[in-house]
Structure formats: structure tokens, C-alpha cells
């Protein structure tokens, strides 16, 4: 079974504090996302990555920026956090070969800026 | 632009009834479509999916069925049981249009009481 890998379930940052949140999956897929979900927003698409040191911009991207220097790991980086990035952050991971692959997920990491 | 709407919950269903949760899509290539299950404290996983039109997708007792000419992949259970308690998110990834992402519905959150 394909397992993406959050690296932290919880996280409490401060104001302007520049936040990593790091990703990794293990079955070699190609396609990399960060969600952001909120309750009555369901899942907005931040970034994505289609291969290694490739990134293209999601929905809402602004206040963002992601890092993919290996195959596997994906990490998402808050340059400035701001109380309006509380949130759940999802991350994502598909095989690029075929339509019908579904997204594998993390468990989430619950981010709280105070 | 692609979308996906679905009914908006909560949704409060007493042990052993019948479960409906609508979705409908639109399209521009030919979409792949999903339903994907949140429990609490997770992240999303698959619980079925369809590659074409009049495809059903079932997993768990979970039925959906692919609907072109109205658009829809709506999700059914027979018998719906307290442990099914969670967030439904449908979603589409669509060809070749729509590139690397999948778009998703709000979620619709089920309780069931036992």
C-alpha cells in the first residue's frame, strides 16, 4: 500500500515565523500536492509538483512556497505565518499514468499560528 | 472550468437507513470520478471510483454509479451503520484537460446515530 508520510500530526507556530511542513511518499509517484482544508471550503489545491524541482501554483498560493528536491518528499514552507494559516494541511500523492489514479493522502497536520 | 457540488451536509441518519449523498460534475474532457472518505482525525481515502460512463464504482456496501447524460455520480448505502460516520468528498480528475489535479467537492459530513 502506498503510504504518505506527514511529519507532524500537530503544530503551534508564532506570527512571522518562517514554518516547514514536510512530506514524503513512498511508492515512487511523480505527482506531489499540498491542500489546505477548511471547514466549508473543503480542499483548496496550494501547490503541486509533476517531477523533482518542478512546481506549478494552485488555487492559493499566495503566502506559500514549496520545495521538491527528491522524488519522494514534498515540503510545504510558510515564509511569513500568519494567524490566517491556521488551518489542516493535506498532503497528496499520484502516479502520473492514467486518468483514473486516485490521490493518496497523508494524515494531515493540524497548524495553529498564534 | 471543471467542478464538482454536492449536497451539503450535516447529514443525520439513524443506524441501518438508507444513505443518499448527491454530487454533480461539469466537465470538459472525460472525467474520471471518485468518492473519497475522511474519517475523523485522517487524512482522505479512496472509497470507490469510475473510469467511464455507466461504470459503478462499490466498496463497503458503498455503491456510486457513473451518469453522463445527467451528470452525476451520486453515493448510495443500503444500510448505513455508526461506524460510517465521517466527511464524503466527491471529486474528478478529468482528461486531458485537466492536467495533474483532481477537483473536489465541499464534503458532506454524515453522523449516524446508533
Known amino acids: 500500500d502506498v503510504k504518505v508520510t506527514q511529519s507532524s500530526r500537530y503544530l503551534v507556530k508564532r506570527t512571522g515565523e518562517k514554518v516547514f511542513l514536510e512530506c514524503v511518499q513512498d511508492m515512487d509517484h511523480e505527482n506531489m500536492f499540498w491542500y489546505r482544508q477548511d471547514p466549508g471550503l473543503g480542499l483548496r489545491l496550494i501547490y503541486f509538483s509533476y517531477d523533482v524541482k518542478m512546481k506549478e501554483k494552485g488555487d492559493i498560493p499566495e503566502g506559500y512556497s514549496v520545495s521538491r528536491e527528491k522524488k519522494e518528499r514534498f515540503s510545504l514552507i510558510l515564509e511569513s505565518a500568519s494567524t490566517n494559516q491556521t488551518s489542516m494541511y493535506l498532503c497528496a500523492s499520484t502516479d502520473w499514468k492514467g486518468w483514473n489514479q486516485p490521490q493518496h493522502f497523508g494524515d494531515g497536520t493540524r497548524l495553529s499560528i498564534l | 472550468g471543471n467542478s464538482v457540488t454536492q449536497m451539503e451536509g450535516p447529514v443525520t441518519l439513524s443506524e441501518e437507513a438508507f444513505l443518499t449523498i448527491n454530487c454533480t460534475y461539469t466537465a470538459t474532457g472525460y472525467p474520471s470520478l471518485f468518492w473519497y472518505v475522511q474519517y475523523p482525525g485522517e487524512g482522505l481515502q479512496l472509497l470507490l471510483k469510475?473510469?467511464?460512463?455507466?461504470d459503478k464504482g462499490s466498496n463497503k456496501g458503498f455503491e456510486a454509479t457513473y451518469r453522463k447524460e445527467t451528470t452525476s455520480f451520486h453515493l448510495e448505502k443500503g444500510s448505513v451503520q455508526v461506524s460510517d460516520s465521517a466527511v464524503y468528498f466527491c471529486?474528478?480528475?478529468?482528461?486531458?484537460?485537466?492536467?495533474?489535479?483532481?477537483?473536489f467537492g465541499a464534503g458532506t459530513r454524515l453522523f449516524v446515530k446508533a
Open positions: 469510475a473510469t467511464k460512463a455507466d
Open positions: 471529486a474528478l480528475r478529468d482528461t486531458p484537460t485537466g492536467g495533474f489535479k483532481t477537483i
